[in-house]
């Protein structure tokens, strides 16, 4: 099975920052890579699709990249409402699995 | 508006099992693969299994072959889990989503089951 590492677990960081997100593959998976964002209590929501492609509806200030082992989703410029934990997910064989999770707090 | 309910959780007895149903509306159900998502109280996500569309095809992960079974009827819009032995590392919120092959898009709110003696 493909092992997702997913780095840092957790991130401290202010409104405006850029920060970058990174996921690696423990094998080749192409581009086959989405990211999800979680809130407390609520259901994951898709940002990014094929690892560079934004779900319909998602700010621009979120974006992806990497192919083959590995991934970084990058938030542009934080804003309040972005503080969440991310996780990255595999889809391109099976089982799938996810990364361990960023959780990103207000610093 | 796509949705999707999941219902069947709940306090259960080690050993015993549970099915979880899934309910979908707002699209056509019959076309897309579904998926299984847990998350254990204070954990990550950890997927669980994934049916096609049509219901000829079945993949889980490794942590829970042999003891889950997905299922679904596409006459009824619903998608199944069915969950063998429980233990107590199977407490968790279990979450369906709409699979689109590259990437989930719509996601339940989540039906827990709570494992305890």
């Known amino acids: 099975a493909i092992q997702m590492t997913q780095s840092p677990s957790s991130l401290s960081a202010s409104v405006g920052d850029r920060v970058t997100i990174t996921c690696r593959a423990s094998?080749?998976?192409?581009?086959?890579l989405g990211w999800y964002q979680q809130k407390p209590g609520k259901a994951p929501r898709l940002l990014i699709y094929?690892?560079?492609i934004l779900e319909s509806g998602v700010p621009s200030r979120f974006s992806g990249s990497g192919s083959g082992t590995e991934f970084t989703l990058t938030i542009s410029s934080l804003q309040p409402e972005d503080f969440a934990t991310y996780y990255c997910?595999?889809?391109?064989?099976?089982?799938?699995?996810f990364g361990q999770g960023t959780k990103l707090e207000i610093k | 508006q796509v949705q999707l309910v999941e219902s069947g959780g709940g306090v259960v007895q080690p050993g015993t099992s549970l099915r979880l149903s899934c309910t979908g509306s707002?699209?056509?159900?019959?076309?897309?693969?579904m998926q299984w998502v847990r998350q254990a109280p204070g954990r990550g996500l950890e997927w669980v299994a994934l049916?096609?569309?049509?219901?000829?095809?079945?993949f889980y992960a490794d942590s829970v072959k042999g003891r889950l079974t997905i299922s679904r009827d596409n006459s009824k819009n619903t998608l199944y889990l069915q969950v063998h032995n429980l233990t107590l590392e199977d407490t968790a919120v279990y979450s369906c989503?709409?699979?689109?092959?590259?990437?989930?898009?719509?996601w339940g709110q989540g039906t827990l089951v709570t494992v305890s003696s």
């Open positions: 997910l595999q889809d391109y064989n099976y089982p799938r699995s």
């Open positions: 707002g699209f056509t159900f019959r076309s897309y693969a």
């Open positions: 094998q080749d998976i192409r581009d086959d």
């Open positions: 094929a690892s560079s």
């Open positions: 049916i096609s569309y049509d219901g000829s095809h079945q």
């Open positions: 989503a709409r699979d689109m092959g590259r990437g989930s898009d719509y």
